[in-house]
């Protein structure tokens, strides 16, 4: 109590517990002879110091405490315990992250409710999370504008906008479930990998109708563009998730193959656009909007490359960024950054060059787009059924038998 917010004003004074029936408690408005101010709650509170008003005061603090006291118990969520990178099997383990994994063995609510506390996991998730509302809510926009159920031309764009909706949405999940288990683990990211490999046929379709330069319309490149790009997703899904099975034996080797995985449909979805710059460089093009989109694309798609196999800035300082800031992260919001202008620069192609496209070339066929999303969406998911078959129909006690020896805060095995 502060001695020196005494005032000799006439204020309501607390007269103690039992007030109400008059005697002896209660607010009353008398003399104060010795008023002080209590500075621990939000609203002034004066009262008399008299004789054994110490003692009563400290008794009301006491009582007050008790009775404003928020039901703790039932307001605490406990929230599951974290471990390091030493106290998880080494399947678990990330380069250069040293704290903050879940447990090995989360249960799908644990996964669910660990999005909600700061993992090393949480940022993964949210920066793939929420830009599949954003691509979502540019989706259902076009839908409001573009007629996709009957204009043809329009169904590229189709296929181009659910895949990127898909492949953050599936990451997303990936990140979220991964710790339930070795092997959901592994299959978490075999899903991952395919939505990454069907997001390459979204690329490929619309970028051999809209993107295309003029002089390539009608050639036999165009017209197995998108045959082509099948198989690049079948070759990407295979060798990525094949990749996952080096991981602990070849970590090098397993990057290498992971990464060519990626690289390779990208390089050659992205021909068409190659070809259009240079013709740009040699000054022999239309000027066009989308070209700078383009570009700015071109630069996240390097970036997000670099990310990946660089694990920049965790290397340079293990355990710094394990909560914020980490390889893994920058990489998603690269991507997402990417993925935003390469669909400004596709929508501004598709709508500035369709009358130039539709006279030199062929209307996009249902099946050529939204069959061949169909097929390779089968393919990739019979590609995944057999990667995860052996992970699934693993003997139970076998992988029992990989954790009986592991309790949390012990040494991994
Ligand atoms: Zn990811």
Redesign the pocket.
Known sequence: ISRNRIDMEKFPVWRGIGAGSGIGGGWSQGWGRRLARIPVFDYPVWLVRCRGGRARLIEVCQRGRGAIRLPTDMLSIKLPQLFDIHQVPKVFREDSIISGYRHPRSSALDCVLSSFQMTNETV?IWT?FLPTWYFLWRFSVLCSTLNFMTDSYTWPLLVYMLLICIYPFT?SCA?TFSSMSPESRHICYFF?YGALSLYSLGCAVSYGYYVIPDSWVNSWLQQHFVTIAIGNTLFCTSLSCYSRFLELQFPQRSKVLRTGAFVFPFIFDTTPLFYRLLLCCGGSCSPSDALSSHCYHLLFAFLTCFLFTAHLPERLAPGRFDYFGHS?QLF?VSAVLGTNFQMEAVITDMMSRRAALLAHGAMPSFLGTIGVLVISLFLNLGIIGIFSAPLLWKPFHSSNQVFVCWRPGSKAI
Request: proline residues 0%; without cysteine.
């Open positions: 993964n793939h990451s990140h991952d893994h998603h």
